[in-house]
């Protein structure tokens, strides 16, 4: 359990940290994706990405191992977590894991036009180079669930609009 001590050295539980899910997203410019093949072999990457509402955008390249697994599979698992070197605690980083569904955006379309100029906007002159390669697809994320931490006994579950449902108990953090 999550206690702490007050003066007289009696304890209390501890309350959760507000949960900063937007700041979080905000403050990250790539995504972690975990995916798997056919097989159920799995694949860990990352990939720059933009938010328009509560879908995530990425601009990949059909070649990579996890574009495929994103097609053929249409699951992903994406993660968003707070950078090493600012942590305060390496065991208890922040970070939201989103389970999400994909779609491709059709090339040209007007989707796809306002989102790689979104993409441009937050990561630079690049995004012109690639959008015009033809090995570049222009993927949808949709998120269905996922969760929440910022701490010790400070973990959430989160739903599609990446709104927080509820706090996780700590049932399973017992000392021994």
């Known amino acids: 359990m999550n206690h ?9 539980k501890a309350k959760p940290v507000a949960p900063k899910v937007k700041e979080l997203i905000a403050n990250t410019k790539s995504v972690i994706l975990a995916t798997v093949d056919a097989e159920g072999n799995p694949n860990s990457s ?12 990425i601009l990949v390249s059909f070649m990579a191992k996890h574009t495929k697994n994103l097609a053929d599979e249409r699951k992903v698992s994406m993660m968003f977590i707070e950078d090493e070197s600012t ?15 994909p779609s491709q ?23 012109d180079v690639i959008s015009k390669m033809k090995d570049f697809i222009l993927i949808a994320l949709h998120p269905t669930k996922g969760s929440y931490v910022n701490g010790f006994g400070s973990a959430y579950f989160v739903d599609e609009n990446l709104e927080i449902l509820e706090h996780r108990n700590d049932m399973n953090h017992q000392s021994k």
């Open 46 to 57: 990352y990939a720059p990405f933009v938010q328009v509402e509560n879908t995530f955008y």
């Open 87 to 101: 942590t305060k605690q390496i065991y208890a980083r922040e970070r939201l894991t989103i389970e999400a569904t």
């Open 4 to 12: 702490t001590n007050t003066e007289d050295g009696a304890q209390k």
């Open 105 to 127: 955006i059709e090339r040209d379309s007007e989707t796809w036009n306002n989102v790689v100029a979104g993409l441009k906007e937050t990561h630079g002159k690049v995004v």
